[in-house]
């Protein structure tokens, strides 16, 4: 599968919980309160009561870095995106999403959004498909996702738009379109002879499969016997003989069913470089029936370069008929029509054949739709037809056409006739298509962020408000069907929203209200979507962006190198003790972590389903594996999202990772004064954040004491820089070996 996911999940290191806002209910309560544990350490952490170390570092109490929710999708990780689905079209049933042919998302319910999932950035095939049936395809359209961003496509509009009423000229030719093919409209013509049936010339070639050496012609009528010949599409460019890649053996006059054609041989006049059509392809041939002037039972058109055995004709043409078949594969459903000339009463005329896949009607025009005149020209129009392929479809003429009326009930002289086959569609753009949006990922600290999708087929240009009278506050102006608004910011907290009309003045009649609450610090998608009813609309309101970031730092001085796999899948590999890899980015739920040792997969160092929320994370690996060791060997998870410092200051945690170093302290000494800035921190513990003026610090690193004045164990040069958040950590078996390393967060 081309999808890549890379899901890790680890609980919170030791700090209180941190609450995660669930997606809003119609009604403002949040779907679920979720409140992360506390991680399993080996020693609950002793946070510091020291000094600030603001201006001169001696001015008072210690600031402690408040916690930020890390946006987890910064530039120059791995090329990879996020991609979420939601399901707002009312009449289509649960969807599948398949990525480059595999599937990504199963059995995604109407009014569901799904959780994000990893993929490569750049350009995917998406595909929707009815649940667990890939051939109801719903669309099928290349895709481009940016590295690092996050994304949401929506399915929406519906999948029937029509009435069943042929409404192509009471609107004016904005309902009910005609199918087209290249960009041109589906049509076959025939002369209509009023009057006694007289044979005449005619041919039906229909859609199908071939196995690319034979085809087969569904119908001919040759008054006075002949041919069939089957020509490539270099006959439309003039080319009328060395376009012939295939003969009929002679048919008797009258009409034959199922004339067999074998291609690539017997065409006296031509030698063919092939034998067969190419596999796997849908490829267009023309059907031409052929006389035998020379009356020798042989097809002699091209050897004798066009002077015998010409074509039948039909308008001063040839006749010929049109159709795509499939080598090699299955008969794809495409829109065709067969209309053959015919004799009539002059009331009704029958289409020999036509294939309309999404359903629709055959309406009937006169020669003036040659002449531009599109609604003028319908004389008749088929009832309703199911999608499929209809044959010996009956129209009657010069009735049942809303929009026009007849000033005659009958043709009244031989004429030339066209077929046509229209969609059943509604006149709005309401049909189905997914919305492609990019999610905020790095919302306002203090505010929250959201927009507006509208998702409801049917229905106009929305305002959405809050508040009354003078106090009223237009949140989104004229939102139309399927777009979104533009990120509006709001304080945290309880709002009433309501939908209106949308009108210059964004007073227009409320169609609907919808209570919501959302949280500073985090951007919000609201989705209004429904059928089209305005007393059936639902809201939803989803969190965006919410993705993590995750680090793995090997700092256990007696362990081998590991790997850390995720529920199975390799996450990272060979990480040698000493090494703090580069931050990876995944989706926030819960997965099962193992630690082994590395290329040594049965060697599992640890295992456990952990919960990841969305922020940015270090799994440390800490303790000893050695027999007899005084520390576990375990991994300590620590939450990497201090305080976004100002462009002055920095924020440092520090992390006890020396399992042969007891409870330290940590001072700077700065103008004859001693700064406390870690106080009584143990081993497998971690400090709260700590700010500082960006510089350069000599840091003394101490046995602690109550008086925290202890014995200096060792003295770290550290250079910290201004906006920026970083984590220390203390490494080394011994005393002896201690180390500081310090690591710039994400």
Not at 488 to 513: F, H, I, K, M
Not at 676 to 689: A, G, I, T
């Amino acid at each position: 599968m081309a999808v890549l996911l890379v899901v890790i999940s680890v609980s919170l290191a030791g700090a209180a919980g941190v609450t995660a806002m669930a997606p809003m209910s119609a009604s403002g309560t949040n779907a679920a309160d979720a409140t992360a544990p506390a991680a399993q350490m080996n020693n609950s952490t002793n946070m510091s009561n020291g000094s600030s170390m603001g201006g001169d570092m001696a001015s008072g109490s210690m600031q402690n870095g408040s916690t930020a929710n890390g946006s987890g999708m910064a530039q120059g990780q791995g090329q990879i995106a996020y991609v979420r689905i939601g399901h707002f079209s009312a009449d289509a049933p649960a969807v599948d999403v398949l990525v480059d042919g595999e599937t990504a998302f199963s059995g995604v319910e109407y009014g569901d959004v799904t959780d994000y999932e990893a993929l490569p950035a750049g350009e995917h095939l998406i595909t929707i498909t009815a649940a667990d049936d890939e051939s109801v395809v719903v669309f099928n359209n290349t895709v481009t996702v940016n590295a690092n961003q996050a994304y949401t496509i929506d399915a929406t509009g519906l999948l029937d738009t029509g009435n069943e009423e042929y409404d192509f000229v009471s609107s004016g030719g904005s309902a009910d379109a005609p199918y087209t093919e290249g960009g041109e409209a589906v049509v076959d013509s025939a002369q209509a002879t009023v009057g006694e049936a007289n044979e005449t010339a005619s041919v039906e070639f229909n859609n199908g499969t071939t196995d690319g050496e034979t085809i087969t012609i569904d119908s001919v009528t040759a008054p006075e016997g002949g041919f069939v010949a089957i020509h490539n599409l270099s006959l439309q460019d003039g080319n009328t003989l060395g376009s012939v890649i295939g003969v009929s053996e002679y048919v008797e006059p009258g009409t034959t069913e199922d004339v067999e054609v074998t291609l690539f041989e017997d065409v006296e006049g031509t030698e063919f470089s092939q034998s067969e059509l190419r596999n796997n392809s849908n490829i267009p041939l023309i059907a031409m029936p052929h006389e035998d002037t020379d009356d020798d039972e042989e097809y002699d058109f091209v050897a004798s370069n066009g002077s015998d055995d010409g074509p039948y004709t039909a308008d001063g043409g040839a006749l010929v008929d049109q159709a795509v078949v499939a080598v090699g594969g299955e008969e794809s459903e495409t829109v065709s029509v067969d209309f053959d000339n015919q004799t009539t009463d002059g009331e009704s005329v029958t289409i020999d054949s036509v294939t309309v896949p999404e359903g629709g009607f055959v309406a009937i025009h006169n020669a003036s739709l040659q002449d531009g005149d599109a609604l003028g020209s319908v004389v008749g129009v088929s009832d309703y037809l199911e999608p499929g392929t209809y044959e010996d479809v009956e129209v009657e003429l010069f009735e049942g056409v809303e929009g026009t009326e007849f000033n005659q009930s009958e043709l009244e002289e031989d004429s030339t006739l066209i077929a046509m086959p229209h969609q059943d569609a509604s006149e709005q753009d309401i049909g189905f298509a997914p919305l492609v949006v990019q999610d905020q990922t790095q919302p306002p600290e203090n505010a929250a962020a959201v927009r507006l999708v509208h998702a409801v087929p049917g229905i106009g240009p929305v305002d959405v408000t809050v508040g009354e009278g003078d106090n009223r506050t237009v949140l989104f102006d004229n939102a139309t069907f399927r777009s979104a608004t533009q990120y509006v910011e709001v304080p945290g907290g309880e709002y009433t929203l309501d939908v209106r009309a949308a009108t210059a003045a964004n007073n227009g009649t409320v169609v609907d209200s919808y209570d919501v609450e959302v949280e500073n610090g985090t951007s919000y998608t609201a989705t209004a979507y429904g059928d089209g009813d305005l007393d059936g609309i639902n809201l939803n309101a989803e969190t965006d962006g919410q993705i993590a970031s995750v680090r793995v730092a090997h700092l256990s001085p007696d362990a081998p190198a590991v790997d850390v796999y995720v529920n199975n899948e390799t996450f990272v590999s060979g990480v040698s003790s000493g090494t703090i890899t580069d931050y990876e980015s995944t989706t926030p739920t819960e997965q099962q972590v193992t630690i082994t040792v590395a290329d040594n997969r049965s060697a599992v160092l640890f295992n456990q389903t952990l919960p990841l929320m969305a922020t940015d994370y270090t799994i440390a690996a800490v303790g000893q594996v050695s027999a007899g060791a005084m520390t576990q060997f375990t991994p300590l998870v620590i939450q990497d999202n201090g305080t976004t410092p100002d462009e002055n200051t920095s924020a440092v945690q520090l992390v006890h990772a020396a399992p042969g170093v007891s409870t330290v302290d940590v001072t700077v000494e700065q103008n004859n004064s001693t700064t406390v800035l870690y106080d009584n921190v143990s081993f497998s513990n971690v400090s709260q954040y700590v700010q500082v003026p960006a510089g350069e610090y000599d840091l003394q690193i101490r046995a602690a004491t109550s008086s925290n004045d202890g014995e200096i164990i060792d003295t770290v040069g550290v250079d910290v820089a201004g906006g920026e958040t970083y984590t220390a950590f203390a490494t080394g078996e011994t005393v002896g070996e201690l180390e500081l390393v310090v690591e710039e967060d994400d």
